[in-house]
């Protein structure tokens, strides 16, 4: 299950990379700055699996909760990597 969970993060960066990298239109400023935001919200991605979960309720709800935040930081941070890599490869060719 874990693999194919990991397989899946990496198709999904991917594909949000190969966007990231066909939309490059921009200005170089313009590009480095969704560069910085992208990383941004990777690292409060990143920030998030160790400050979550510690002093969660036992309840139906904070276990909705848990899954729903896990689900969208699971999709988000795929997002934001493949915009990351996707971009820098833009500014470096172009």
Same mark, same amino acid.
């Given at each position: 299950?874990?693999?194919?969970?990991?397989? *899946?993060?990496? #198709?999904?960066?991917?594909?949000?990379?190969?966007?990231?990298? /066909?939309?490059?239109?921009? !200005?170089?400023?313009? @590009?480095?700055?969704?560069?910085?935001?992208?990383?941004?919200?990777l690292?409060?991605?990143?920030?998030?699996?160790?400050?979550? *979960?510690?002093? #969660?309720?036992?309840?139906?709800?904070?276990?909705?909760?848990? /899954?729903?935040l896990?689900? !969208?930081?699971?999709? @988000?941070?795929?997002?934001?990597?493949?915009?990351?890599?996707?971009?820098?490869?833009?500014?470096?060719?172009?």
């Amino acid at each position: 299950m874990a693999v194919r969970l990991i397989i *899946g993060w990496v #198709l999904l960066a991917a594909a949000v990379g190969w966007g990231a990298w /066909f939309v490059a239109r921009a !200005s170089r400023q313009a @590009l480095w700055l969704r560069v910085a935001i992208a990383a941004i919200i990777l690292a409060g991605c990143a920030t998030s699996f160790w400050m979550y *979960g510690d002093h #969660l309720d036992k309840t139906l709800g904070a276990v909705v909760g848990y /899954f729903l935040l896990w689900g !969208s930081v699971f999709v @988000l941070s795929g997002a934001c990597a493949g915009v990351v890599v996707g971009t820098l490869i833009a500014l470096l060719l172009g």
